[in-house]
C-alpha cells in the first residue's frame, strides 16, 4: 500500500506542474518517515486515459485509492483544472478517496487563476470522499521556476 501518491494532471511531459507536484511529494514523504513515493503522470498514461481495460491507467487507479495521502497537481486551463486529470479520476467509483488525505497543487500564470482552479479541484476530491487540506498548494510565474523552495514553504506551513 503507498503511503504517499504524486498526481500530475498535465498533459506534456516534464512539466512544471509535474516537478512542483514530485518536490512536494519527496517532502511529504519524508515528514511521514518515507523514502519513497509513487508518481502518477497523465502524459505518461497518454491514450491509455482512454481506453477502457488500460493495464497502466488501472495500476495507477488502484495506486490513487490505496493513498494515505494523494498529492493532485494540475495546471490551470480556463479557470479549472486539466482534462486529462479529470479523465483520470473520473474513473474513481463513488467514495474511492475515503479516508484519504488530498492536497490540491494547481500552477498558472496568474496567482487569481490558481486560486480559482484550486477551489474547484478541492470540490472534485471532496466529492471523491477524499479529506482535503484547509489550503491547498498554488504557485504562478515565477514561483514556478524554483520548485523545491516552493515545496519546502509549503511543506512548513502545512506541518506546522
Known amino acids: 500500500m503507498p503511503d504517499v501518491v504524486v498526481i500530475s494532471g498535465h498533459p506534456s511531459p516534464a512539466s512544471r506542474t509535474l516537478r512542483l507536484a514530485t518536490a512536494l511529494g519527496e517532502r511529504i514523504a519524508r515528514s511521514r518517515g518515507k523514502e519513497t513515493f509513487i508518481t502518477v503522470d497523465v502524459a505518461a498514461l497518454g491514450p491509455g486515459l482512454l481506453t477502457p481495460d488500460d493495464g497502466a491507467t488501472g495500476a495507477a487507479l488502484l ?17 479549472t483544472f486539466s482534462g ?9 467509483p463513488a467514495n474511492a478517496l475515503a479516508g484519504v488525505l488530498a492536497v490540491p497543487v494547481v500552477t498558472a500564470e496568474v496567482p487569481s487563476q490558481a486560486e480559482t482552479a484550486e477551489a474547484f479541484l478541492a470540490r472534485l476530491l471532496r466529492e471523491l470522499g477524499a479529506d482535503v487540506v484547509d489550503f491547498g498548494l498554488t504557485a504562478a510565474g515565477s514561483e514556478l521556476a524554483d520548485p523545491a523552495a516552493v515545496a519546502d514553504q509549503y511543506t512548513a506551513a502545512l506541518i506546522a
Open 63 to 79: 495506486d490513487v485509492q490505496d493513498a494515505a495521502v494523494l498529492i493532485v497537481a494540475t495546471p490551470t486551463y480556463r479557470g
Open 84 to 92: 486529462a486529470l479529470k479523465v483520470l479520476l473520473d474513473q474513481l
